[in-house]
T-cell receptor, first 115, second 112 residues
Framework: ETGVTQSPTHLIKTRGQQVTLRCSSQSGHNTVSWYQQALGQGPQFIFQ???????GRGNFPPRFSGLQFPNYSSELNVNALELDDSALYLC??????????????FGPGTRLTVL | SQQGEEDPQALSIQEGENATMNCSYKTSINNLQWYRQNSGRGLVHLIL?????REKHSGRLRVTLDTSKKSSSLLITASRAADTASYFCATTFTGGGNKLTFGTGTQLKVEL
């Protein structure tokens, strides 16, 4: 088990609502990435936060937003939920140094169902 | 999307046999990583191979990388029922920072 935790484990929302998912990164890590994994697919990169700033974004609309806090934990917010947002949301933490990228450690994920 | 392809999509073998999974990708990479996922839960990092490496071993795992063919393979030797899971390759590519681009995955079932 990694030291990355996510909450909640499962969540059911209705279309149009807003949701906040949380991630606690592993001790010593300064980078958090969020991925969306639809059923039967590989994870898709949403965005990454490094030292509290967004540091890269995938092909996701602006209603997907995030935050990273001084303790390097992170939130993923999704507004105006759509049925297709139903997925497993994974957070991964890593340590990024100057031009060095290291292994990412994944949390157990949050299963979001949008009805 | 720069998602790679994995082959086969599903693989069923007997315990003790070897399992080989292949991954192809589209762009120049910095490194390629293999992950395991059990029953739709979190991903477990298995092994990382850098673009200047050709082969790497870790326990029962052997990974090869052919950058000229933009492909990699994962070999699991002497498989066990506990190896039953989905396996994904993921790449970081030049100019992409630490963003992981995942393949479509191979579902491995190891039967007793």
């Amino acid at each position: 088990e990694t030291g990355v935790t996510q909450s909640p484990t499962h969540l059911i929302k209705t279309r149009g609502q807003q949701v906040t998912l949380r991630c606690s990164s592993q001790s010593g890590h300064n980078t958090v990435s969020w991925y969306q994994q639809a059923l039967g697919q590989g994870p898709q990169f949403i965005f990454q936060y490094y030292r509290e700033e967004e540091n890269g974004r995938g092909n996701f609309p602006p209603r997907f937003s995030g935050l990273q806090f001084p303790n390097y934990s992170s939130e993923l917010n999704v507004n105006a939920l759509e049925l297709d947002d139903s997925a497993l949301y994974l957070c991964a933490s890593s340590y990024s140094g100057s031009r060095s990228y290291n292994e990412q450690f994944f949390g157990p994920g949050t299963r979001l169902t949008v009805l | 999307s720069q998602q790679g392809e994995e082959d086969p999509q599903a693989l069923s073998i007997q315990e003790g046999e070897n399992a080989t999974m292949n991954c192809s990708y589209k762009t120049s990479i910095n490194n390629l990583q293999w992950y395991r996922q059990n029953s739709g839960r979190g991903l477990v990092h298995l092994i990382l191979i850098r673009s200047n490496e050709r082969e790497k071993h870790s326990g029962r795992l052997r990974v090869t990388l052919d950058t000229s063919k933009k492909s990699s393979s994962l070999l699991i030797t002497a498989s066990r029922a506990a190896d039953t899971a989905s396996y994904f390759c993921a790449t970081t590519f030049t100019g992409g920072g630490n963003k992981l681009t995942f393949g479509t995955g191979t579902q491995l079932k190891v039967e007793l």
